[in-house]
């Protein structure tokens, strides 16, 4: 008999909770207290059960409107008995396939043997600020694996071929009876291949699989940031039963520049100005990513400004411009001047009315 707990309550959701919130809840709870996981325990197999009432009932749209208009009184009447209870539980088996590998014996027979697609594979790859300007092409080397040429991916010698598991009759499952329902596991002679192996082939050693060394050559465009994945298709781990190999995903990461600091496809550098330059204009050569470039110092300029060069940043990644270098000026001093610069700063200082310190007290520093 089912429990008379509120489904909604079994299963910690609000009553009018969608069909896809009412599913992972069942599944958390299904996954907790599932029997493989708590062997000998009967509290979780009950809850188990409870747990399966209640997703039976809400998860079938007619009953859970006539749970929610008469309770379970809508489902007292005619003898719910052992038969019912266990159709609840063969209607799972999108449920238990989720995390038990399939969803039936024929099901898993046909993945393991069909081709499939191999896994896609992730390679880390640092270049320079430089490079994001131009684009570069460069070798990577990395290691996988791949179905073995000798035995095509069987695992058997030549001239043989795996046999069907004498366990579970090639389902790859083994099934028990636990309580008044079934459950399926992984079969411990094959572990899930549903065939064994009598002559296995030498090159693999009945894996159907070798390691394979890949070197390839492959091109990073103009304007790619940290973080940029770029696809290589075909060229990740390869497939099994001769389906197709995987993808390679290439991501990039950009080392920081002594000179240059990024922001999207603007560039922004300290350029240090001697003072006479910000206060008298000065056309001078920074550095850029490329080329040197003339900077233009209007007449005076305040510290910390900050001029803008058109076209010296980044190339987009989609082409379609380039970015800006910006340059902020920090003034520059010297440490010492001659006492020809010191007696025509002292007239321009006169000039202008500011108070300085005598000659005995130097100008910028005392005198030895």
Not at 32 to 58: R, S, T, V, W
Request: glycine share 14%; hydrophobic share 30%; proline share 5%.
């Amino acid at each position: 008999m089912l429990s008379q707990r509120d489904c909604y309550e079994i299963l910690g959701v609000a009553r009018d909770a969608d069909a896809d919130t009412i599913k992972k809840a069942y599944r958390k709870l299904a996954m907790q207290f599932h029997p493989d996981k708590n062997p000998g325990n009967p509290a979780a197999e009950e809850k188990f059960k409870e747990a399966a009432g209640a997703y039976e009932i809400l998860s079938d749209a007619q009953k859970r409107a006539q749970y929610d208009r008469f309770g379970h009184a809508a489902f007292s009447g005619g003898g719910r008995g052992q038969q019912d209870v266990n159709d609840i539980f063969a209607n799972f088996g999108d449920i238990f396939g989720d995390f038990f590998g399939g969803g039936g014996q024929q099901r898993s027979r046909r993945s393991r043997h069909e081709p499939r697609r191999g896994a896609d594979l992730r390679y880390l790859t640092e270049i320079s600020l430089k490079d994001v300007l131009n684009g570069l092409e460069k070798d990577i080397e990395f290691d996988t694996d791949k179905s073995c040429d000798e035995c095509h991916g069987t695992g058997a010698e030549k001239g043989s071929a795996p046999v069907t598991c004498p366990t579970c009759h090639g389902s790859g499952q083994v099934v028990r009876s636990q309580g008044f329902f079934s459950v399926a596991s992984t079969c411990p002679t094959c572990r899930g291949e549903g065939s064994t192996i009598k002559n296995p082939c030498k090159a693999c050693k009945g894996k159907g699989r070798v390691s394979e060394h890949r070197k390839i050559l492959i091109n990073i465009p103009p304007g790619v940031d940290t973080g940029t994945r770029l696809r290589v298709g075909n060229e990740g781990e390869g497939g099994f039963n001769g389906g197709p190999a995987g993808d390679l995903y290439i991501e990039i990461r950009v080392k920081d520049h002594p000179r240059f600091e990024r922001e999207g496809e603007d560039l922004h550098s300290t350029v240090s100005v001697p003072y006479l330059q910000l206060l008298l204009g000065a056309e001078i050569k920074v550095e850029t990513l490329s080329e040197p470039a003339i900077l233009d110092i209007p007449k005076g300029t305040a510290n910390g400004k900050t001029l803008k060069l058109a076209g010296q940043g980044l190339p987009s990644l989609r082409g379609q411009r380039r970015g800006d270098l910006y340059c902020t000026l920090e003034v520059e001093f010297p440490e010492k001047i001659s006492k020809e610069e010191e007696k025509i700063l002292r007239e321009l200082a006169k000039l202008k009315g500011i108070e300085v310190k005598g000659e005995s007290g130097g100008l910028f520093g005392r005198k030895k």
